[in-house]
Every structure is written in structure tokens, then in C-alpha cells.
């Protein structure tokens, strides 16, 4: 599995998988399901209405439907799921995977509109080769469109010591309150210290790595002038990291 290191705007480093080409492919395929759902549905909608209506020419009528549309919404339907959902279409929501920026910064919805429009090249003109080609070489996994609006697929890890959703999720100082408003005096080489002790302890749960955390936990808290927390001191650190991520953004 290909891991790749960004560092987000709010100054944290960030380890995490790339998406894997199988992946990828069976978020298509439930996405092309689910479109092909939302579009049959959509029919038969039209018809019921232009039937209870009792509309005359409905033949007329449902092409009209059909190309003012049915035929944007199927052709649209992974920007618009991708700009909605935050890097998300229900297929990848399924296979727990998500668009980022390679530079850390928030998608854009000209960057979605990018990919999108590089997927008539990538997946339809080439059936897919292109693709598969591109994102299986590619040391970050990015296809052409990947590239051009600077995005790639990642899987959303929650093993991560600080979870990718809980990076992207926190967009202003309104949508969380920091714990430990003091965290903000730490410097940066601190907290991916904080950061790597976790990850450590958790991949590798040893009395080495534990020590180690209990010294950071007791060293933390003398700093920030506040009782060591007895239980979950993952919880304690991962909590830090937010807080820093929040108020030095």
C-alpha cells in the first residue's frame, strides 16, 4: 500500500495510504449502480407525473426531461456527489476513501470540476486504462485528472493519530471549542513529537513505547500547568493536536 507525507494549512503533518486501484474501481462501479438507480427512478417519476397530468405529446415531453435532466444529473453525478460530500460519491463513501488536495489545502470546487472533466480521457475514451495505468504508477496514485487539479485518492485511515476526517471535518474555531486553549505556546516540532509518540505506541504496544508515553503525557501536562490524566492518555494527546490544529490555523 503506498503511504504518502503532506503537510496541511494548519501546519501538521499527516501520514496516510493511498486509495489502492481495486478501491477505486469498485467505488465506480457502485457509483455507476448507484447513478444508474437515481436515473431509473428519475424516469419513472416523469412518467408517473406526465401520466397523472395526462399531458398530451408526453413522448415530446419526456425528451425535454430527459435531456434538461436525467441526462446532466448522470453525467454530473460525481461532481456533484465529490462537491457535496467533501471528496466523497456514495461508492467511495462505501470503501471509506476520499479526494484530497496534495499540498494539504481545502478541495476546491474548481479542483473537483477538474478531475470531473478529465474522467472523459481517464475512464470513458480509454475504458479505464488510462487510469488504472496512471494511478497504479504514480507514486501519489493520481490519474491525469489527479494531476492537473493537484488531488488524489486516499483511504481514511482512523488507526492515523490524528484522524484524516478529524483534520478536514474541524473548519472553524465555531464548529470546536479547544480543550487546552494554553496548547497554542507549543511549537510545531512539538506536536508532530505528540504525533509520532502516539502512532508509536499504537502500531507497537510495548512497555518501551508506553513509557514513552506516559513521560510525553507527564511532561505535556506539567507544561500546561493541568493534572496528568490517569486513563486515555491516546485521547489526552490526540485532543492537544486538535486544539493546536484549531487555534493555529
Request: aromatic letters at 10%; hydrophobic letters at 45%.
Amino acid at each position: 500500500m503506498k503511504t504518502i507525507e503532506i503537510r496541511t494549512s494548519q501546519n501538521v503533518t499527516i501520514n496516510y495510504q493511498v486509495a489502492a486501484l481495486y478501491q477505486r474501481v469498485l467505488a465506480f462501479l457502485l457509483d455507476t449502480f448507484f447513478n444508474q438507480v437515481i436515473s431509473i427512478l428519475l424516469t419513472l417519476l416523469i412518467i408517473f407525473v406526465l401520466s397523472f397530468l395526462d399531458a398530451g405529446s408526453s413522448g415530446e415531453w419526456y425528451e425535454s426531461f430527459n435531456y434538461l435532466l436525467i441526462m446532466p444529473i448522470w453525467m454530473g453525478y460525481t461532481l456533484i456527489s465529490e462537491a457535496s460530500f467533501k471528496g466523497q460519491t456514495f461508492g467511495k463513501m462505501a470503501l471509506g476513501i476520499r479526494v484530497i488536495r496534495i499540498d494539504g489545502n481545502q478541495v476546491t470546487f474548481l479542483d473537483y470540476v477538474l478531475r470531473w472533466s478529465f474522467r472523459l480521457l481517464d475512464l470513458w475514451m480509454t475504458c479505464g486504462a488510462l487510469a488504472s495505468i496512471m494511478s497504479s504508477g504514480s507514486p501519489k496514485g493520481q490519474r491525469l485528472g489527479g494531476m492537473v487539479s493537484n488531488t488524489t485518492v486516499v483511504k481514511l485511515n482512523p488507526k492515523l493519530p490524528v484522524a484524516l476526517r478529524e483534520v478536514l471535518n474541524i473548519d472553524s474555531r465555531t464548529s470546536y471549542t479547544p480543550v487546552y486553549p494554553e496548547v497554542r505556546h507549543f511549537k510545531e516540532g512539538d506536536m508532530l513529537l505528540m504525533k509520532q509518540t502516539i502512532d508509536r505506541y499504537i502500531r507497537f504496544k510495548n512497555p518501551a513505547h508506553l513509557d514513552a508515553l506516559h513521560l510525553l503525557v507527564e511532561q505535556v501536562s506539567k507544561e500546561l500547568q493541568i493534572p496528568a490524566p490517569k486513563e486515555d492518555k491516546v485521547g489526552f494527546i490526540r485532543t492537544l493536536i486538535k486544539d493546536y490544529i484549531v487555534l493555529t490555523r
